[in-house]
């Protein structure tokens, strides 16, 4: 009795999981961005890192500077190309740096990350067009 329990407890679970399974999946992005919306994505990323890095150079407020980073960072995420997946990740690491500094007021190192953050976005623009 206690074999056909554990037998029926583990078919139902299996059979819960496989149940569930598909839903779950289909509850991410289904479609692929297409051309034009990777260009727009990078063209707005690389707006948002200079508008960021020009209040780190300015000498803005924390909370604006933290907040346009945030922006860079979420707005670099709409670039779904894998062409230039590796560039877009180390550019996001650069806008991190960036991040940690200004939140340890280290304006000088900010402002170096930011300025590679940039070229590496611009980066990513010229191999996009190019391919």
């Known amino acids: 009795m206690d074999l056909l329990k554990k037998i029926l407890l583990a078919a139902s679970l299996g059979v819960a999981m496989i149940a569930t399974a598909p839903v779950s999946m289909a509850a991410g992005k289904i479609e692929k961005a297409t051309v034009a919306e990777v260009v727009e994505a990078i063209k707005e990323t690389i707006k948002l890192s200079e508008e960021s890095l020009a209040a780190i150079e300015s000498g803005a407020d924390k909370k604006s500077i933290l907040d346009l980073l945030k922006r860079t960072k979420q707005s670099s995420k709409r670039i779904e190309s894998n062409i230039v997946d590796r560039l ?11 991040r940690s500094a200004v939140k340890k007021d280290d304006k000088e190192t900010a402002v170096a990350f930011m300025t590679e953050a940039v070229q590496r976005f611009k980066d990513i623009q010229k191999k996009h067009s190019s391919f």
């Open 88 to 98: 877009r990740q180390t550019a996001n690491a650069r806008v991190s740096k960036a």
